[in-house]
């Protein structure tokens, strides 16, 4: 059974950095894409960044270009978000997903697999 495990959440002034991780474990995600999606209260869902788990080939929202960074760990199994220069409008909850997919899409049905999340607040 696949379970991705977020952590790194917290409360962080506008500015400042966090780093998000997601574990995965329950099956080999070689041929998997590993995304990072985010919701904001009283918002939709909305893609932040993936990363293809065998190239490291990565693609990113506009909103975060520039400032996030999604890498992953195979030893580990680990994905992680460096997110820099925080500001208030990021604060929302950080989903970890998954998909088995040979190119990387932003379309959240393409993703398969959901960790339950970790909040990220930004204080102005």
């Known amino acids: 059974q696949v379970q991705l495990v977020e952590s790194g959440g917290g409360l962080v002034q506008a500015g400042g950095s966090l780093r998000l991780s997601c574990a995965a474990s329950g099956r080999t995600f070689s041929n998997y894409a590993m995304a990072w999606f985010r919701q904001a209260p009283g918002k939709e869902r909305e893609f932040v960044t993936a990363?293809?788990?065998?190239?490291?080939?990565?693609i990113y929202a506009d909103s975060v270009k520039g400032r996030f960074t999604i890498s992953r760990d195979n030893a580990k199994n680990t994905v992680y978000l460096q997110m820099n220069s925080l500001k208030p409008e990021d604060t929302a909850v950080y989903y970890c997903?998954?998909?088995?997919?040979?190119?990387?899409?932003?379309?959240?049905?393409?993703?398969?697999?959901w960790g339950q999340g970790t909040q990220v607040t930004v204080s102005s």
């Open positions: 990363i293809k788990w065998s190239t490291g080939i990565t």
């Open positions: 997903a998954a998909g088995s997919m040979w190119s990387l899409t932003p379309v959240e049905g393409r993703y398969d697999y």
